[in-house]
């Protein structure tokens, strides 16, 4: 009964380096979100993925920020070139398919500091 | 699109008082609703959500909501509070057509003794 399990949980990396995170759904579920929360900002939808179909990527801040899901499973957010306002905390959800309604279970968040 | 707000960043209250976090939502589209809640240094966790049917909706801990169309709003109530409550609560909506969430700002809940 694992939940979404997120990797790393602190990771502090120098301003221009490339940093990825990772996310592991709840077994069975197809769809997969990435939202980043930061101070004064909220909670921000960054991309989602249900099953085979095209990735929802219409909250990508930039062409910097990436995300992949491999296997219909575990997904991988880039930052390429990282700046200082890209400090936040990224937080993985899943859900068992994208219809409405359905429970979004969220991972505790990967906390990204630039510096 | 849609959009949430939460007008209070911060809800200071005593031990056993009532409490309302507001919520107001914009939506060109009929939404659901729903309250997540974020203890101190752990995940979001789901409070409760309105998809259809009883506008009044309640949560295990004793937390309710009640949707009013009219006045797009979805504000969480809770008749005495515990210490326990005390933590960053988001209202989100989502489209009826599909699962991405859009969620306010936030309210920090500070419940004291």
């Known amino acids: 009964g694992a939940g979404v399990s997120q990797s790393p949980s602190n990771k502090v990396t120098e301003k221009g380096k490339d940093v990825e995170l990772r996310c592991d759904p709840i077994?069975?579920?197809?769809?997969l979100y990435w939202y980043r929360q930061s101070l004064g900002q909220g909670l921000e939808f960054l991309i989602y993925?249900?099953?085979?179909?095209?990735?929802?990527k219409s909250g990508l801040p930039s062409d910097r920020f990436s995300a992949e899901r491999t296997g219909g499973s575990v997904s991988t957010l880039t930052i390429q070139r990282t700046q200082q306002e890209d400090s936040a905390v990224y937080l993985c959800?899943?859900?068992?398919?994208?219809?409405?309604?359905?429970?979004?279970?969220f991972g505790e968040g990967s906390w990204l500091t630039v510096v | 699109a849609q959009s949430v707000t939460q007008l209070d960043s911060q809800v200071p209250v005593f031990e056993e008082a009532p409490v309302e976090l507001r919520c107001n939502y914009s939506?060109?589209?009929?939404?659901?609703l729903f309250w997540y809640v974020q203890y101190p240094n752990q995940g979001l966790q789901l409070l409760l959500k309105y998809l259809s049917g009883s506008t009044l909706v309640e949560s295990i801990n004793g937390f309710e909501a009640e949707f009013n169309k009219s006045q797009t709003s979805f504000h969480l109530r809770k008749p005495s509070v515990h210490i326990s409550d005390t933590a960053e609560y988001f209202c989100a909506v989502s489209p009826g057509g599909g699962n991405k969430l859009t969620f306010g700002t936030g309210t920090q809940l500070k419940v004291e003794l």
């Open positions: 959800a899943s859900s068992l398919d994208s219809s409405s309604g359905n429970t979004i279970y």
């Open positions: 077994s069975g579920h197809t769809a």
């Open positions: 939506s060109s589209v009929s939404v659901y």
């Open positions: 993925f249900q099953g085979n179909s095209a990735p929802d």
